[in-house]
């Protein structure tokens, strides 16, 4: 192959699938040693890649580390500890009509080649973390990073193909031109993480094929506080999780929901939990990263006079800094609550209580994540039971997606698919019925 010239789209594909169709990738002695060697990748070259996602998104050491190289690594070490147990093929009764002889099970098949796109706030987690698990279910896989966070992108396509086995893993760097190139063959399974509006291209694309697909996409997920709740302890752990990659995460808390006296009391408790975790100058914190770009920036922008500055509302575009906001008095039909936040602005929407909680929450999409604050076992029953969303946290955001034995996905315009674990295997495999009746 010239090195000169780009490798187009329907010849790589071609290449990977003349290695599936070779039976090497199927083995669980491949497919381990490359979940080994990417492991190795992550371990050798984690500073490097913390390089890139501080030139990316700002992002501190600590952060890269743990949001997204040793969140992989721990990915990693979970399926290779359970991937034997996983892949074995699993007995189905037999009618009885059928004789005593017969016998059926299920096995895992793995479908083929896989595409995954991923998006640029989480740029090494999310690539890795879905191709770790297309190559644990014994897939060829194509990957590609974001064009938006060009120094990650570049470093994954400078190391993938040095630890991992070229004729069954291809990266692909580009924008839109190269995406749309990828899209127009034939894959097996497409996963996607990013917005609803290039889910929709991208699953029209996939439809031209019949391939399936995992949609990640992402919501406004709401935050329900209730009156019973430790407010110091519920404002810590929504600064935790709002403003963790200044705002950037697809599971945020996008919004708060609770009652007017609960509101006013909950305002100084978020002030004081922000200056604990980024000091009374988060633009100073080293902890505290930036936006990812100017056009992110400007529309982040637009959304500040949505409600009454309780603290942040501020930035500098010049180094895309945007202070960590918090809006009080916010109207329901406010421009911040008619679009995915994905920046590090918290707006306080007010209810009477639970019951238009719930009804406000099922009058809108169908979010990625919803989070509940309470000491009552009826009020989680309640929202457990009478809404719908990709996952629920009781007490504590994000953390769901750090299970691994958790399934992580959408529902509705959220998305579809799930994937972590063995769930992963799940969604890059066939599961194919055998049934067997002696000849004799």
């Not at 997204?68 to 721990?74: A, G, L, P, Q």
């Not at 697909?213 to 997920?221: I, T």
């Not at 509705?412 to 969604?427: A, K």
Request: with cysteine.
């Amino acid at each position: 192959m010239n090195d000169r010239t780009p490798e187009q789209p329907a010849d790589i594909v071609a290449r990977l699938r003349a290695t599936f169709r070779s039976g090497r990738t199927k083995t669980l002695a491949w497919r381990t040693t490359q979940l080994r060697r990417l492991r190795e990748l992550l371990t050798t070259h984690g500073a490097e890649l913390a390089e890139a996602l501080h030139a990316d998104l700002g992002k501190s050491s600590t952060e890269a580390f743990r949001t997204e190289i040793d969140f992989t690594v721990r990915e990693i070490d979970h399926t290779l500890d359970h991937l034997d147990e996983w892949l074995r093929p699993e007995s189905a009764p037999v009618p009885a009509h059928l004789g005593v002889d017969a016998t059926a099970w299920t096995r895992y098949d793995p479908l083929g080649v896989v595409l995954v796109i991923a998006p640029w706030n989480y740029p090494v987690q999310l690539l890795l973390t879905p191709m770790l698990g297309a190559l644990a279910a014994g897939n060829a896989v194509v990957v590609k990073p974001s064009e938006l966070a060009p120094a990650t992108s570049a470093a994954l396509a400078r190391l993938l193909p040095r630890y991992l086995d070229t004729d069954a893993v291809a990266v692909v760097e580009g924008a839109v031109p190269e995406t749309t190139a990828l899209l127009a063959e034939r894959f097996d399974h497409i996963f996607y993480t990013g917005n609803g509006a290039v889910g929709r291209i991208v699953m029209r694309a996939a439809a031209e094929h019949l391939t399936p697909v995992a949609l990640e996409l992402g919501g406004k997920s709401p935050a329900f506080v209730d009156r019973d709740a430790d407010l110091s302890v519920v404002a810590d752990r929504l600064a935790r999780g709002k403003f963790l990659n200044a705002g950037q995460t697809c599971v945020a808390p996008d919004y708060v929901l609770t009652d007017p006296e609960t509101a006013r009391a909950l305002e100084p408790q978020l002030a004081r939990a922000v200056e604990a975790l980024f000091g009374a100058d988060p633009q100073r914190s080293g902890e505290y990263g930036r936006i990812v770009n100017e056009r992110h920036f400007d529309r982040l922008g637009s959304l500040l006079d949505s409600g009454r500055t309780v603290i942040g509302g501020t930035g500098d575009r010049a180094t895309k800094y945007l202070a960590p906001t918090v809006l009080a008095d916010v109207d329901p039909e406010a421009r911040v609550m008619q679009e995915e936040i994905f920046g590090p602005i918290l707006p306080i929407v007010t209810v009477t209580g639970l019951d238009e909680a719930i009804d406000f929450i099922n009058d809108r999409d169908k979010p990625l994540a919803l989070y509940v604050f309470t000491e009552s076992d009826t009020t989680r029953e309640r929202i457990a039971e009478e809404t719908s969303s990709g996952g629920l946290g009781l007490g504590l955001p994000l953390a769901h997606l750090t299970v691994s034995d958790l399934p992580f996905g959408g529902v509705g315009e959220s998305g579809m698919g799930r994937y972590h674990g063995r769930y992963s295997i799940e969604t890059f495999s066939h599961r194919k019925a055998v049934l067997e009746k002696p000849l004799g």
